[in-house]
């Protein structure tokens, strides 16, 4: 979970805009809590953009219109039906909150992948193990320039991707950076993802056009 401080915002043609203090790691699509600004402009909103440039209202077709000699950092926009406010200093400063939950894969889901059954600790530790690697996974291909879904999977090789990343995660249970081993032989260390793990969430090129 991220918070921002809200320093400026505006209302126009029924599109919020709120600029933070620092730079809002966020897509559009996403989910955001505003708080502390208005009762016009609180509550649970889905980004529509994040303009770069002062907003200066909508055109006939719905087009966002924007002055681009003016640029104006670290803004988000999001629609409100509401009465035009002009830009203004938000005093005290409100906050935008961004969590990210991601939930492809489950406990039960690696268990069955990884060919066990746990029970009491163990399955609270698999818990743990789904919420880590699905996170991990996600911001990723977000990274990559994926906008992916929270709540459903992009495919099945997104999937069995986070699958096999989250049993490596479970299978180096008790180890600092490599995986758990009693042979007399040293294992060699764990350095970064696999290259089919890799593969299958797509995470091999550096960004996506």
């Known amino acids: 979970m991220a918070v921002y401080q809200i320093i400026f915002a505006q209302l126009l043609d029924n599109y919020a805009v709120v600029q933070t203090l620092t730079n809002p790691e966020i897509q559009a699509g996403e989910s955001i809590v505003v708080a502390s600004v208005s009762a016009t402009f609180n509550g649970t909103k889905t980004v529509y953009a994040m303009p770069q440039y002062e907003f200066i209202g909508v055109n006939t077709e719905g ?25 203004y200093a938000v005093i005290p400063q409100g906050t935008l ?32 193990v789904a919420s880590a690697a699905n996170n ?45 081993s009693f042979t007399d032989m040293a294992s060699a260390p764990t350095v ?3 290259g089919i793990v890799k593969q299958l969430l797509g995470i091999s090129r550096p960004q996506v056009a």
């Open 192 to 194: 970064g993802l696999s």
């Open 136 to 180: 991990f996974c996600y911001r990723r291909r977000q990274e990559s320039g994926y906008t992916d879904s929270l709540t459903t999977s992009p495919g099945g090789d997104i999937t069995l991707g986070t699958l096999m990343y989250g049993s490596a995660l479970y299978r180096q249970r008790g180890s600092v950076d490599q995986f758990a």
């Open 97 to 128: 909150t961004h969590t990210q939950t991601c939930t492809w894969v489950t406990g039960p889901q690696i268990a069955t992948y990884l060919g066990i059954t746990t029970a009491g600790d163990e399955t609270a530790f698999l818990v743990q």
């Open 63 to 87: 087009d966002l219109l924007f002055d681009y000699n003016v640029p104006i950092p670290n803004q988000v926009l999001y629609y409100v039906a509401g009465t035009d406010t002009d830009r």
